[in-house]
């Protein structure tokens, strides 16, 4: 099962919007609405923020919000603050009843 | 309060054996699905195994099937993971997770992480 794809970086000032897209198959990503976003701090475990592509678990931020086109995923971050500098994981079912995570998204609050 | 704790890792020989052990409170274990996953330091999450509330349903990663068993106790609040013929490649981070429902399908609440190092 090969790594969903999400680019290695990105980076925002605070206040603004940021997206990290993350693409997969129809195996994954495209095959099934359960979609999962993770952050994680140096050091940290990873903690979810978005699943079911869209939906927050409880005490995360409305300025994190999923969303989802195909076989590509997107996690949008709005009102960018300097405590959300993190990694940041996509992750889906798979076909074959597996979970597959991205490469991880560093975001850089500049 | 959800905890989860992992212990059993450590410093292993490569082909030797470990299993790892995550200890759960704060919830009742048995509704919810739990996975392993594992992280190489400084590098990126690999789902390892997952298995749902009943046992019913266990799935492993292609690099670990096999080699690696998951086995829960619902009377026990457990979770464990039994790593056979250890690479290198195995060593890691090892994280317990409990999943949103009772199907192994999104990672809601994570233990801090058991270091296996596999190193002759």
């Known amino acids: 099962q090969s790594a969903l794809t999400q680019p290695a970086s990105v980076s925002g000032s605070p206040g603004q919007s940021i997206t990290i897209s993350c693409t997969g198959t129809s195996s994954d990503v495209g095959g099934y609405d359960y979609v999962s976003w993770y952050q994680q701090h140096p050091g940290k475990a990873p903690k979810l923020m978005v699943y079911?592509?869209?939906i927050r678990p409880s005490g995360v931020s409305n300025r994190f919000s999923g969303s989802k086109s195909g076989a590509t995923a997107s996690l949008t971050i709005s009102g960018l603050q300097a405590e959300d500098e993190a990694d940041y994981y996509c992750g889906s079912y798979t076909s074959r009843s597996t979970v597959v995570f991205g490469g991880g998204t560093k975001l850089t609050v500049l | 309060e959800v905890q989860l704790v992992e212990s059993g890792g450590g410093l292993v020989q490569p082909g030797r054996s470990l299993r790892l052990s995550c200890a759960a409170t704060?919830?009742?274990?048995?509704?919810?699905?739990m996975h392993w996953v594992r992280q190489a330091p400084g590098k990126g999450l690999e789902w390892v195994s997952g298995?749902?509330?009943?046992?019913?349903?266990?799935n492993y990663a292609d690099s670990v099937r096999g080699r690696f068993t998951i086995s829960r106790d619902n009377a026990k609040n457990s979770l464990y993971l039994q790593m056979n013929s250890l690479k290198a490649e195995d060593s890691a981070f090892y994280y317990c997770?409990?999943?949103?429902?009772?199907?192994?399908?999104?990672?809601?609440?994570w233990g801090q992480g058991t270091l296996v190092t596999v190193s002759s």
């Open positions: 997770s409990r999943d949103v429902g009772t199907i192994a399908r999104n990672l809601e609440k």
């Open positions: 079911d592509v869209s």
């Open positions: 704060g919830f009742t274990f048995g509704d919810y699905a």
């Open positions: 298995i749902n509330w009943n046992s019913g349903n266990i």
